[in-house]
């Protein structure tokens, strides 16, 4: 194949965000997904309403009669942990050649990321989704090396529920303006040393409320005795069709585990999907988190996609240099 031409930008002009829409929407449409995961797609949607993000980058790989025929997105991992994060879209034309378009745009993230070769730069950590061959082979060919693979699990609603562990679990919805200290308290000691839900802040916590699809009643709370000790955070994904439910975000309280609050959590989450006129619920999970897979095994979950993380860590040698546009 001959070589797209490869342009790093900070600033993608007009003509060049209509192309790389075109590709997103492409390969959204291929997939039955969107073609970005939620952090880079909310960095790429800062960039297009002219917010300055800082060490936001955009590759193109441009053929000469096909257009855009692959896009890497890179910008500061923020709430999801140190260093940067990228993801990867190839053009559904261009699936035959997907490990070397990759590999192409994936040289020149870490080049503009991280700097010349030998110099010991951020980590960066790649995700990509529904992954196959291509993706390991062109991840490693960058100096990644596999983190988590993370499992897409879906289940028809009405789950077999079965009767709650914890009676005495008070179920609440959340209330904006004030729950938001003691939800993040929680959450992140929750998910201690967890690469993207274990920072967060009020801030990060309030980007969320603002989102367009943010409902408090989906946030469902725990209480014992009055004491947050976990939540379950639902969302609805209104472009399928039909609609499907996830389980957005589950934490609970280290001193609780193994006493029956998560599957309380779960089922009430589960419960508020079939309340909303869901048919089907959806969640990840790590794919080493054996006791969870077990709960939701029990309750008709199904794998149905795999998704993956790489990580280069700081200091890795560096790749080729592409010069910024």
């Given at each position: 194949m001959a070589l797209p031409t490869v342009t790093v930008s900070e600033r993608l002009d007009p003509r060049a965000r209509a192309a790389v829409a075109r590709l997103l929407?492409?390969?959204?449409?291929?997939?039955?997904?969107?073609?970005?995961?939620?952090?880079?797609?909310?960095?790429l949607a800062r960039h297009d309403a002219g917010d300055a993000v800082a060490g936001f980058r955009v590759v193109t790989a441009v053929a000469p009669s096909d257009g855009v025929e692959a896009v890497a997105v890179a910008g500061p991992a923020d709430g999801n942990g140190p260093g940067s994060v990228v993801e990867v879209a190839v053009a559904p034309a261009a699936e035959a050649h997907r490990a070397d378009l990759e590999t192409l745009v994936l040289d020149a993230v870490v080049a503009t990321v991280v700097g010349s070769p030998g110099t010991a730069g951020p980590p960066v950590r790649l995700w990509a989704h529904d992954v196959g061959p291509a993706d390991d082979?062109?991840?490693?060919?960058?100096?990644?090396e596999v983190e988590r693979t993370l499992l897409q699990l879906r289940a028809p609603l009405p789950a077999p529920l079965g009767a709650r562990v914890r009676a005495d679990l008070q179920i609440r919805p959340f209330r904006p303006g004030a729950?938001?200290?003691?939800?993040?308290?929680?959450?992140?000691r929750a998910f201690t040393g967890h690469p993207e839900q274990g920072s967060w802040t009020r801030a990060t916590l309030l980007e969320r409320e603002r989102e367009p699809w943010f409902d408090p009643d989906d946030l469902v709370l725990g209480e014992l005795a009055g004491r947050l000790v976990g939540s379950c955070w639902t969302k609805v994904h209104r472009e399928e069709d039909p609609p499907v439910g996830e389980i957005y975000a589950i934490g609970v309280d280290?001193?609780?585990?193994?006493?029956?609050?998560?599957?309380?959590?779960v089922l009430a989450g589960l419960e508020r999907m079939e309340r909303s006129g869901?048919?089907?619920a959806m969640l990840y999970v790590d794919a080493a988190n054996e006791p969870a897979l077990r709960l939701y095994r029990s309750l008709g979950f199904r794998t149905v996609r795999v998704d993956r993380s790489y990580l280069r860590e700081a200091g890795a040698p560096g790749e080729t240099v592409i010069p910024r546009a």
């Open positions: 929407e492409a390969v959204a449409a291929s997939r039955g997904r969107p073609a970005l995961g939620e952090h880079v797609a909310r960095l082979e062109a991840a490693a060919s960058c100096g990644f729950d938001e200290d003691a939800w993040v308290a929680v959450n992140n280290p001193d609780t585990h193994g006493t029956g609050v998560g599957r309380a959590l869901l048919r089907t």
